[in-house]
């Protein structure tokens, strides 16, 4: 049951691998600094020190705990921070996001000792990932997490396809849920200044066909298949937004801006939002918050990409370059009223399926029935 010797609100404690930028990052910070859920207390543990959302939730007056384990290496002192701040905070329930922080969540809840008193839930927000493109310690942590899913008191998959891909892999869980990422539809929307100003600092025509990629340099993103893509379309420009970016290779009409903070005007200077996945993407924050900014997004066909896009925009096969570039071509050569009918509809979508406020609630709401449920240890 939740701990009725303390009075308040129901406290959550969210438990992540790191704070820096990434879609998982930026959601957590959304749902925490939205007060979309005021009968909820909430905090943050970071595994690792530093990032910009740390910072970010800061200033939004959410506690933030940070550790000092390096990434992909548990540390048993590092452990035993997090069990002395679980017991210390009393939470109703600890809430991991990504695998290592899920692990680690579970060892800090059953080391606290208040694991008949405290709800866990993990979160998933991957889908299919090759594991063969990534070192021995992720499959040994994926692998480790199969094996303890019933452990938790639920597991949250941020798409359908991410749970659906990891019951193959031999998750069973107590209780699964779907609760997709939300968008905050204030901050990404249409900005006309927002679109001349970001062209007129990087040098683009007004006219210019522009495409937007947000995303990280990772296997999953498959850059190469989307530079392929733009090198068969001429006189089409491209954003490069997200880390690593910087220093893919020069090509004609890419502009490769590393991570930024700004992504929200970035993305008002664009006329299509981009996903070139390869695989493992659950619910594409790119794409959404592209939508959100009134961008007709074109995706490959990897998690939720169908739900998210609907018929607003257009889903290719992944790992195929001609066909991302044919669909990229379609949408940018229909008749501009079709485009404009286009972008409206891809906004009105987000907005009216994917607000982050949507989001929360359904959190709030699993929280809410978890805490009031006897825990089976």
Not at 128 to 152: I, K, N
């Amino acid at each position: 049951m939740a701990d009725l010797s303390r009075a308040g609100p129901l406290r959550v404690l969210h438990v992540i691998t790191g704070l820096d930028a990434g879609g998982a990052e930026g959601m957590l910070c959304a749902l925490l600094t939205g007060r979309d859920a005021p009968d909820l207390e909430q905090a943050a543990v970071s595994l690792t020190p530093g990032g910009f959302h740390a910072e970010r939730l800061r200033a939004a007056g959410i506690a933030v705990t940070e550790l000092a384990m390096r990434r992909g290496r548990p540390s048993p002192g590092e452990l035993l921070r997090l069990a002395r701040r679980i017991r210390a905070w009393r939470p109703d329930v600890v809430q991991g996001w990504m695998y290592h922080a899920d692990l680690a969540a579970l060892a800090g809840l059953a080391l606290s000792g208040r694991r008949r008193a405290t709800r866990l839930v993990w979160g998933l927000r991957c889908s299919d990932l090759d594991l063969d493109r990534y070192g021995p310690g992720l499959r040994l942590t994926v692998r480790a997490c199969a094996a303890l899913s019933g452990r938790p008191d639920a597991v949250v998959a941020n798409s359908q396809g991410g749970l659906a891909a990891h019951l193959r892999i031999g998750y069973r869980p107590r209780r699964a849920a779907v609760i997709h990422n939300g968008i905050d539809i204030t901050a990404f929307a249409p900005d006309p200044a927002a679109r001349a100003a970001v062209r007129r600092t990087l040098g683009i025509d007004p006219a210019a066909p522009l495409l937007a990629h947000v995303a990280r340099v990772d296997p999953m993103k498959d850059h190469a298949g989307f530079l392929a893509a733009l090198a068969g379309l001429p006189g089409v420009q491209a954003l490069a937004i997200g880390a690593g970016t910087e220093r893919l290779p020069p090509a004609a009409g890419l502009h490769r801006l590393g991570r930024r903070d700004d992504v929200p005007r970035l993305l008002a200077a664009a006329d299509l939002a981009v996903s070139s996945s390869a695989f493992g993407e659950g619910f594409s924050n790119a794409v959404a918050e592209g939508m959100a900014a009134g961008l007709p997004a074109v995706a490959t066909d990897v998690g939720d990409a169908r739900r998210i896009v609907g018929d607003t925009g257009l889903v290719v096969p992944p790992g195929d370059p001609a066909a991302l570039a044919a669909a990229i071509g379609a949408l940018l050569g229909a008749d501009p009223a079709v485009r404009r009918t286009r972008a409206d509809s891809a906004r009105a979508r987000i907005v009216e399926n994917f607000p982050v406020a949507r989001t929360a609630r359904r959190f709030a709401e699993l929280y809410r029935e978890l805490a009031g449920a006897e825990t089976q240890g």
